[in-house]
């Protein structure tokens, strides 16, 4: 099992990992990945690329995945993967992929929009890589402690943040859009399986109505994406509420009543806010536990 690594000083090397979810190298992903990819290069960063269509990545969690189990046996994902992880015998593939993350400092992923989410290539390594004992079912797991997720856990001190391409206008997916709000679709992925690992997320880099993309449009996208990478370093992560800072109830893991912006509800809930105070009259409240940064 590998032990995970402490974020790095100022001076120290920087190490990015873009994971690339794109089957056509000259896509206007493609394109984006190159410009990230020297930008990142310009700044200093050593940058490592899985490409997952050209690594021919499996995408589905299945048997094949832990060579360690009995074929006969029942397979149960989650006891194979913590039982693969800890005992080192995920398979050669995975295996890489976890040491990549251990190595980086900065994590993105970069794919095209498909159906309100990642491709299923993209969502194929999260489910084999990021492991039982790896980025789930880590740390104390008791009636004082709910494991070490949501802000804690193996990714601390690491960043992330996501590059996406989307067909839809910037509109349809604002507040009041039709689609429903961009970081709201983008939340599964970025509280979700960036977040709850320990990464601190940055804000999404969007670029809407890509389709039909000319050269011009191209060259202003590419200028904005260079922009928001040379600012990596100054750019606050998304304030989401980390679990073990006093903000959620135990066992039930709501949170705490007031606590969160006014008239917020759904995701909008797990950001911290300048509107959060207590109730103090509420018996599921107590100020000695509850520690919150307010943006
Ligand atoms: P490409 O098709 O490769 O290029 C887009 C445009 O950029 C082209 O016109 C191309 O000529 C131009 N371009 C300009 N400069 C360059 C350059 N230097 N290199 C390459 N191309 C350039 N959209 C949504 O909003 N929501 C969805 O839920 C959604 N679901 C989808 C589901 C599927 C299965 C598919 C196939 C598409 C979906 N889309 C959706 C649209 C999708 O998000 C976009 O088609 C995608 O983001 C475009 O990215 P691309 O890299 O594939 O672009």
Do not use: C
């Not at 194979?80 to 251990?102: F, M, R």
């Not at 809407?208 to 996208?221: I, K, S």
Request: net charge negative; aromatic share 10%.
């Amino acid at each position: 099992m590998t032990t995970p690594k402490t974020t790095t000083s100022a001076s120290a090397p920087k190490k990015a990992l873009l994971v690339f979810a794109h089957p056509e190298q000259r896509s206007l992903n493609g394109a984006l990945r190159d410009v990230a990819v020297r930008e990142l290069e310009a700044q200093g960063y050593t940058v490592k690329v899985s490409d997952l269509y050209a690594m021919g990545w499996k995408a589905t969690v299945d048997q094949a995945d832990f060579p360690q189990q009995h074929t006969e046996d029942r397979l149960i994902p989650v006891l194979a993967s913590k039982t693969g992880y800890e005992t080192g015998t995920l398979t050669d593939d995975v295996k890489a992929e976890i040491e990549k993350l251990l190595w980086a400092d900065m994590v993105i992923l970069q794919f095209p929009l498909w159906w309100f989410g990642m491709p299923a290539i993209l969502k194929g390594w999260v489910d084999r890589v990021f492991a039982y004992g790896f980025a789930y079912g880590v740390g104390e797991h008791s009636d004082k402690r709910w494991g070490d997720r949501y802000g804690e856990g193996m990714m601390a001190g690491k960043r992330a943040m996501l590059i996406v391409t989307a067909g839809g206008w910037e509109d349809h997916y604002s507040a009041r859009g039709i689609n429903g709000p961009i970081d709201d679709l983008l939340f599964p992925i970025t509280h979700g399986t960036l977040y709850y690992p320990g990464f601190q997320v940055l804000p999404s880099f969007v670029a809407y109505r890509v389709d039909g993309l000319d050269a011009a449009g191209f060259e202003a996208l590419a200028e904005k994406l260079r922009m928001r990478l040379r600012s990596l370093d100054t750019t606050a992560p998304i304030p989401y509420r980390q679990q073990n800072a006093g903000d959620y109830l135990i066992p039930n893991m709501k949170l705490k009543p007031g606590l969160g912006a006014h008239g917020a509800n759904g995701f909008a809930l797990h950001l911290t806010s300048a509107d959060d105070r207590l109730d103090i009259g509420s018996p599921d409240t107590s100020k000695a536990d509850r520690l919150v940064t307010v943006e």
